[in-house]
């Protein structure tokens, strides 16, 4: 999975740069380029990142259930 995240991180930043050096010498496409990459990073790369680093980890002490019932203790 940290592989696939670096691989698409690179295929991000290379339509972004490509895009911005289109833009400087008056591309027609600069604007498609950087609007794609931008959109692969949003909608693919952030949330692959996301799910990658919260894998495997135990999300349940960061619910609010203690904060709805006081009374009832966590057990820990």
Do not use: C, H, W
């Not at 295929?11 to 794609?36: D, H, P, R, T």
């Not at 996301?50 to 820990?76: A, C, H, I, W």
């Amino acid at each position: 999975m940290k592989i696939l995240v670096k691989i698409v991180l690179i295929i991000v930043l290379g339509l972004i740069g490509s895009g911005l050096y289109l833009q400087s010498i008056k591309g027609e496409k600069a604007e498609f380029y950087i609007g794609i990459g931008v959109s692969i990073m949003a909608f693919i790369l952030i949330p692959l990142f996301v799910y990658n680093g919260y894998k495997g980890k135990d999300l349940t002490r960061y619910t609010f259930k203690n904060m709805q019932n006081p009374e009832e203790k966590k057990d820990s």
